[in-house]
C-alpha cells in the first residue's frame, strides 16, 4: 500500500524522476542524505526539495 499526501513524493515517485531504485531513494532517506519524513513505515519526500543533489 502505498501513501500520498499532497506536496509530498513517494520513494516510487522520486525513484522515476532521479532515474535510480527505489531501494536507492529509501536508503537515501536512512542516511538522512535525502530529506525526508518517515510516517509509519512509508518514506515522504517533500516535491519542492532540488533533487538535482541527488540524480545519479
Known sequence: M???VKGLLTPREIAALLHC???QV???CEQGKLP???IGQ???IS???DLDT???
Open 42 to 44: 512509508h518514506w515522504l
Open 2 to 4: 502505498e501513501v500520498s
Open 26 to 28: 529509501r536508503r537515501l
Open 36 to 38: 525526508a519524513q518517515k
Open 21 to 23: 531504485s527505489e531501494r
Open 47 to 49: 516535491e519542492t526539495e
Open 54 to 56: 541527488y540524480r545519479f
